[in-house]
């Protein structure tokens, strides 16, 4: 008979990411996983297969809990502006709060793996592909309402608002502060107005 597991399998997973997201994939070794997941190598490989499979794991989870966010503050505010705006200001707020410095876990993983990784460049640039789908929505939604200039497309707005945050959280691992950034949350929702 096949012994039960005995770790919780998010738990894990959620250790396992904070490694990678603090350290990179490279830099990641087993004794530190180990350390973070507080599990044995063994028991590592029986529920993860590898160090590779246990990153895509890991990455996968937190893209998840990324698109619920995403979509809570673009969807669950008063109007398609407010919804930008919320989305904005607290991916500026959750990187006020880094005080490690990490960054996106996506995005580091993008600038680490993706160059060379299919599976990784892939599974983001699906993820990427998703983002800017739900901005171009809202966006539009605006647009209808009057909230957004209708100048230009929508979906090229949106790539606006996903580059501005992929530089935005860049460089939110440096020293610029967590009130500029806001400011220049600011300055882009008049530019889209």
């Known amino acids: 008979m096949a ?13 396992a990411m ?5 350290r990179g994939y490279e830099a990641t070794s087993m004794a530190d996983l180990m350390a973070a997941m507080d599990l044995k190598k063994g ?18 989870q937190y893209l998840e809990h990324a698109n619920r966010f995403n979509r809570q503050h673009l969807e669950g505010a008063i109007s398609p502006k407010a ?14 709060n880094d005080r490690d410095r990490r960054g996106c876990f996506m995005l580091n993983s993008l600038v680490e793996l993706a160059p060379h990784d299919e599976a990784v460049r892939t599974l983001l640039e699906d993820h ?36 501005f945050l992929q530089g935005l959280v860049t460089r939110s ?21």
Do not use: C
């Open 43 to 60: 028991s590592i490989y029986k529920a993860f297969k590898d160090k590779h499979s246990l990153f895509m794991l890991a990455l996968r």
């Open 128 to 163: 990427l592909s998703h983002m800017q789908a739900m901005l171009s929505r809202t966006i539009a939604q605006g647009q209808t309402l009057g909230e957004f200039r209708t100048d230009i497309p929508a979906d090229d707005l949106s790539l606006m608002v996903l580059n």
């Open 173 to 193: 691992k440096g020293s610029v502060s967590v009130a500029a950034l806001h400011q220049q949350a600011d300055t882009l929702l008049k530019v889209l107005a």
């Open 18 to 22: 904070q490694a990678f997201w603090l």
């Open 83 to 96: 919804g930008v705006s919320d989305l904005l200001h607290a991916i500026i707020s959750q990187r006020g």
């Open 3 to 15: 012994r039960l597991r005995e770790f919780d399998t998010d738990v894990a997973l959620d250790a």
